[in-house]
């Protein structure tokens, strides 16, 4: 069949003669579209101070922005997901950031808080069309090496969360109208997006089917694999997943949302120091990402999630008693060790559920944008009845939901080896 000599032919080249020809530049590529979409998306935490003292916000509200950006971003991004796996769509990365552009330019003219809203839904709905396609194409892209590649395209989208902030300190002053000035970021993006919607389209048009489903390179390796496992046991390991999940997003989300606030209350900060502090963290989380893919290339994904979750509690639970000197360390060694759950938990689920690579990235890019936002929504409520500082305090114990890690069957990543030369 004409499938299976496709499959053939693509198995017949190694992952080092693939990266020799495009790949790399591709992953590169990407990793950059993602570093200006994540600098785009972190650019709404950071004006969260200017928001709230122009429109007489309080932290319910600014909670509630968080929301409605992450959780548009969460609702559509499984949908987005499974439907590219059937039909994939190689411009939608370019049609989605054009919707962030928008998106951008409604933020810098809103003159209500109903018109933020609005705006902070269409940097979400561009975010939810940005992610599962993207993360297809890093492990289009990835020749074999999918933990390396998730960490690549993730650590360019964490360089531009930790960017942000900075550049907002710098650019932004107490000006809503400079906003606009980001437009620019999303334009470059989709520049490069149609460049690569060119190169996914003439992928697709190569390799036929593979496109729409790159694991089934690895499907006959993954059947003896998967029958080892039940379809209860599958339900279970994604119902673990998404509690860790919740426990680094509802975390990191105490941290991205509020930290600033928090600096300023309990040590006096300015709002632009504040603002380099959250930048410097963020810093920490984009440098510890890239690890934990090489990583659980490695020595396996379970080993990673343990260290990465569980590992950061001792740091969460002395945080709230530190001084500013030790805060700003702390912060940067959770952040550190925090950041490389992430890479390691999508490419566990895709090894657990393969073929399905848009759903499975649309659905966990999806919880991470949702309990993101829910996060920044109870946390600020919790903060607008008590104190910023018991939010702190409270969420320190959330990685203390790491020992589910213990629950997740072994998984080993499934290789494609070269054919063998048919007899002669």
Not at 141 to 150: R, V
């Amino acid at each position: 069949m004409a499938t299976e000599a496709n499959v053939g032919t693509l198995q017949a080249r190694s992952p080092a003669q693939t990266a020799a020809k495009a790949i790399f530049p591709v992953l590169l590529s990407i990793s950059f579209c993602h570093l200006l979409n994540d600098t785009v998306q972190s650019l709404i935490p950071a004006v969260y101070p200017l928001l709230k003292e122009a429109l007489r916000l309080n932290l319910g509200q600014v909670g509630l922005i968080a929301l409605t950006s992450q959780f548009t971003a969460s609702i559509l991004q499984p949908l987005v997901g499974l439907y590219t796996d059937r039909r994939p769509q190689p411009f939608s990365l370019a049609i989605g950031m054009a919707v962030t552009l928008l998106g951008l330019l409604f933020f810098a003219v809103a003159p209500t808080y109903g018109a933020v809203l609005a705006a902070a839904a269409l940097v979400g709905i561009g975010s939810a069309v940005f992610h599962p396609e993207s993360s297809r194409v890093a492990r289009l892209a990835s020749g074999g090496q999918h933990g390396m590649a998730q960490s690549l395209f993730q650590v360019g989208g964490n360089a531009g969360t930790a960017l942000g902030p900075l550049l907002a300190a710098y650019v932004l002053g107490n000006r809503q109208p400079r906003i606009a000035w980001f437009s620019l970021l999303a334009l470059l993006a989709m520049i490069l997006l149609v460049r690569i919607g060119w190169w996914l389209q003439e992928h697709c048009r190569k390799s036929n089917a593979i496109c729409i489903d790159p694991d089934r390179l690895c499907a006959s390796a993954h059947v003896e694999h998967q029958a080892a496992f039940s379809s209860r046991k599958v339900a279970l390991s994604l119902a673990i997943l998404v509690a860790l999940m919740f426990s680094k997003f509802f975390y990191l989300a105490s941290l991205i949302s509020y930290y600033t606030f928090y600096l300023m209350n309990r040590f006096h900060l300015s709002v632009q120091s504040a603002q380099l502090h959250l930048a410097l963290f963020l810093g920490a989380v984009a440098a510890g990402t890239f690890f934990g893919g090489p990583v659980g290339d490695k020595f396996g994904r379970k080993l990673v999630i343990w260290c990465s979750i569980l590992g950061v509690l001792p740091f969460t639970l002395i945080l709230p008693y530190a001084n500013l000197f030790w805060t700003s360390i702390l912060s940067v060694i959770i952040g550190l060790i925090l950041a490389s759950a992430f890479s390691a938990i999508l490419v566990y689920a895709q090894e657990l559920m393969p073929g399905r690579i848009g759903a499975v990235s649309g659905l966990f890019f999806g919880f991470a944008f949702g309990l993101g936002g829910v996060g920044s929504a109870l946390l600020g409520k919790l903060a607008d009845l008590t104190s910023i500082d018991l939010v702190y305090h409270v969420c320190a114990y959330l990685p203390a939901i790491g020992i589910l890690t213990a629950f997740l069957p072994e998984l080993e990543p499934a290789r494609v080896h070269p054919a063998k030369p048919a007899a002669a």
